[in-house]
């Protein structure tokens, strides 16, 4: 990414290029006192499988031309109250991926899975926005963590971070992006006067201190003056949003010497997985600029799920992948410091059909799960399992008390999940259920308490 975009994404340009910009930003809660926690929602980009992983579907017969995978149940594992799957046939024998067993053996008094959620669609982008907004057919939809960011904390200098994927600000504040590729530019931002990163041995400043301080000071002014000749009230709105964006450089620059100046685990402590460890850099940025009090939400993300062909040995080393990195987030986030102070919600577009096309692949296929992890501030209860599905991975309904599944399909007042069900108790559990912007975002169905 070229500085000029980035500065542009983040809103710190001039007033030339700024003001066109900034009337468009809604930023409500404009107050820095954020206290909750960051929150990451990890998303698995193009459809994920949770038979294969979190939902497990073996064969009773390794013939069957139907079978939903290419495992045995027999050597489906039980790690406290969850089933998880083994790995294929194909790869029992590898030792070297990071295993579903053992992110669940190390998380599974922490973690939550809802299994049967119906994402009523096989589109990669009506599932998108319906898994990370709640809404199925009407765009525009904050990504939950946008909103959150909105609502909470719209005064810090990067509310939302995003790494792609549905990422929609629904104008309640505006999505940055930041990944490794765009830390030099990160780092320009907030050291404007140095031309290399601090670790550079050719790193240098442009000029003194007292020349910086002197083009500062006729910075503002300029500012000054081109406010007080403005007459419109927008204008002048755009140049105090400008100004407030300018002031928040220290923060830039508290965030750019914390990535600096703690270690990033390396490609090595991944086994040689890069995606792995592309997706545990996200997060690490995530944690270094909540750490300095810069966001309250990221949106991470890692590709290659959508396994047309060949699907055991493109999917699975990716669902691997997927648990690696999220290992490698929760243990920086330990290191740190952040361990009970970060809430983890995990999922994709939708899941994967209940049998195999002509290639070894699987299509779409609307029924998937969510994974939740939380903290000591906005609990999610552990070694839970809510939902179901059918041997054929079909949704169940469940009860909206109890969460008991319908098998028999003769509760009347069972319901189906849905994301919409799912964003309803996220709202709920961060406490902006009841906030203008979130009722401007209206979600159908109704309340059903998942977290506890």
């Known amino acids: ?12 340009l001039g007033v030339g290029s700024a003001l066109p910009l900034l009337p468009s930003l809604k930023l409500y809660a404009a107050h820095d006192g954020y206290t909750g926690p960051l929150w990451i929602t990890i998303d698995a980009r193009g459809g994920w499988d949770p038979t294969s992983f979190c939902d497990p579907k073996g064969y009773e017969n390794a013939t069957d031309p139907n079978r939903i995978n ?63 907004s709640g809404e199925l057919g009407r765009k525009g939809f ?20 995003t790494n792609g994927g549905y990422s929609d600000g629904g104008g309640l504040t505006t999505p940055v992006r930041i990944d490794s ?35 500062d000071q006729s910075s503002a002014a300029r500012l000054d003056a081109v406010y007080e000749a403005q007459q419109l009230t927008r204008i002048k709105s755009a140049i105090e949003k400008l100004r407030a964006a300018r002031g928040s450089s220290a923060h830039m620059t508290d965030l750019a ?9 390396s490609v090595a402590d991944f086994n040689g997985r890069r995606r792995a460890h592309s997706l545990y850099r996200q997060g690490r940025i995530a944690l270094a600029a909540y750490e300095t009090g810069v966001t309250a939400s990221a949106h991470v993300a890692i590709g290659g799920f959508d396994t047309h062909s060949n699907h055991d040995q493109n999917h699975y080393p990716r669902l691997m992948d997927f648990l690696q990195g999220i290992d490698g987030i929760l243990q920086e986030a ?25 290639g070894d692949g699987k299509d779409h296929w609307p029924v998937t799960s ?3 992890m939380g903290n000591s501030k906005q609990v999610i209860s552990g070694n839970r399992v809510v939902g179901q599905t059918t041997d054929e991975h079909k949704a169940i309904n469940v009860d909206p008390i109890s969460l008991v599944a319908d098998v028999n399909d003769n509760n009347p007042q069972s319901v189906r999940i849905t994301p919409a069900y799912i964003h309803r108790a996220l709202r709920k559990l961060a406490g902006v259920e009841a906030s203008t912007q979130a009722l401007g975002f209206g979600l159908k169905g109704s309340d059903i308490d998942l977290f506890s």
């Open 142 to 161: 904050p990504n939950f963590g946008a909103l959150v960011a909105g609502v909470l904390a719209g005064g810090k200098a990067l509310p939302f971070i």
């Open 370 to 372: 969510m994974m939740f």
């Open 181 to 215: 590729r765009s830390l030099n530019t990160l780092f320009e931002i907030a050291y404007p006067n140095r031309s290399q990163n601090a670790g550079s041995s050719s790193s240098r400043n442009y000029f003194s201190d007292d020349i910086l301080q002197l083009i």
């Open 70 to 132: 290419n495992y045995s149940s027999a050597n489906i594992e039980q790690v406290g109250n969850f089933s998880i799957a083994p790995p294929p046939d194909s790869f029992a024998a590898n030792t070297e991926l990071f295993t579903t067993k053992a992110f669940f053996q190390k998380y599974f008094q922490k973690l939550l899975v809802v299994n049967g959620i119906d994402s009523q669609t096989n589109s990669h982008s009506d599932g998108q926005r319906h898994n990370w």
């Open 334 to 358: 330990k290191e740190r410091g952040l361990e009970d102070r970060i809430v983890v919600v995990m999922g994709s577009d939708f899941g994967r059909t209940n049998k195999y096309n002509d």
């Open 1 to 12: 990414m070229k500085r000029r975009d980035f500065l542009k994404t983040v809103g710190l």
């Open 257 to 265: 010497d914390n990535l600096e100046q703690i270690p990033e685990k």
